[in-house]
């Protein structure tokens, strides 16, 4: 049986492509969700016409903080010890899909293995090569690709990122599957009203080394504040990032620029509105690079390292934090605009046609 072990709303964009795949071609499957984020998830599940998870491993608040994560992770992984014969429907045979860099992808990965099945992870071989830079995503990557038993890596980069893991099998899915979540939610009729009718930059900035570290945030409140000097920004805020901009006490700060707005997170399909008619995009975030490359709108990563490959020498610019760097992009950035992605293949496809022996 096919087992897919999901706990992320990032998670779920990217996966749920193949969802769709596997439900139009009656193909079973064994949802589990691990219940990190919990109301994003519910709306992705909707949004995409998928089935509600079989089995939600935890049901409490958002997991936005490092103690919590920890009691989370314990928790769960106490549950796959004990009731692994329940989580996986007493499988011996099947195979469990995790995806990306997470501690969902982690714990699942673990799940699978503990229970005796192949593991598959997708959206493997990214590297940075830079242990701090993302943190601690590139730490669980390393673990997570000693866990699968199968890496299906988005472009043959990443395949020779996994040289090393000789006894692994490896498949070439060419792309992200996050361009086939682009194209299904493109074919949608999409709702505007949220969109502005002024010229703006969209702005999500969410990892732990941005916005834990007050030293660090606190540049990057500068650099928001400088480039709203010229620009209206939307400012969309995680809850990790919100929490932190008040304990830190930078929100009055920000609050007092009349060019920047906050916004609240949206579903995938009124994010993605926005994410078309933006200006740029101002990110620390791996799967909005992915996004905005896929779409062809400039993007400045407020990061030191990213370990994927789409748009950079083109529409994406790592900043290194470079100030100097973060001027010349917003002022000039339609110098990086580019066409929409169009791909001739389907990386999810691949992925079923792959996983279709364990059904």
């Known amino acids: 049986m096919i087992h897919i072990i999901l706990g992320t709303k990032a998670q779920l964009i990217k996966m749920a492509p193949i969802m769709v795949l596997l439900r139009d071609r009656d193909i079973p499957y064994n949802f589990i969700n691990t219940g990190q984020h919990k109301a994003t998830m519910n709306d992705m599940v909707s949004d995409f016409g998928l089935k509600k998870p079989d089995l939600t491993l935890y049901s409490g608040s958002d997991i936005t903080s490092i103690t919590h994560m920890l009691y989370w992770s314990i ?3 106490w549950k796959a010890i004990i009731q692994k014969k329940v989580l996986f429907q007493n499988d ?3 195979i ?5 860099d997470t501690f969902s992808t982690l714990l699942g990965a673990l799940m699978g293995r503990l229970a005796g099945l192949r593991v598959g992870h997708i959206e493997s071989g990214l590297r940075s090569f830079n242990i701090l830079h993302p943190f601690p995503e590139e730490i669980t990557r390393l673990l997570i690709f000693r866990l699968s038993n199968i890496l299906f890596c988005p472009g043959q980069w990443a395949i020779n990122n996994l040289s090393s893991y000789k006894n692994k099998k490896k498949i070439n899915i060419k792309a992200n599957t996050m361009i086939d979540t682009i194209n299904i939610t493109m074919g949608k ?3 505007s009203n949220h969109v502005p009718s002024i010229p703006y930059a969209l702005v999500s900035i969410h990892r732990y080394e941005n916005i834990f570290i007050r030293k660090r945030l606190a540049q990057i409140v500068n650099i928001l504040k400088n480039i709203a000097k010229e620009h209206h920004l939307l400012f969309i805020l995680h809850p990790p990032t919100e929490k932190k901009l008040h304990q830190f006490k930078f929100i009055e700060s920000l609050n007092s ?5 906050f916004r609240k997170r949206y579903n995938h399909s009124d994010f993605l509105s926005l994410l078309e008619k933006a200006e ?10 992915e996004e905005s490359t ?13 370990e994927r490959q789409e748009g950079l020498g083109e529409n994406v610019v790592i900043s290194n934090y470079n100030e100097t760097l973060i001027k010349e992009f917003s002022n000039n950035y339609n110098k990086f605009r580019r066409k ?3 791909l001739d293949y389907s990386p999810s496809n691949i992925i079923v046609a792959n996983i279709k022996q364990y059904e």
């Open 75 to 77: 928790r769960l992984m």
């Open 189 to 191: 009729k999409r709702r």
């Open 96 to 100: 469990v899909l995790v995806h990306g």
């Open 92 to 94: 011996k045979n099947g």
């Open 257 to 261: 620029e009349s060019n920047i707005e």
């Open 294 to 306: 896929y779409i062809g709108t400039p993007c400045i990563l407020l990061r030191k390292a990213t």
């Open 340 to 342: 929409p992605m169009k």
């Open 280 to 289: 740029f995009i101002i990110t620390d975030g791996g799967s909005l690079q």
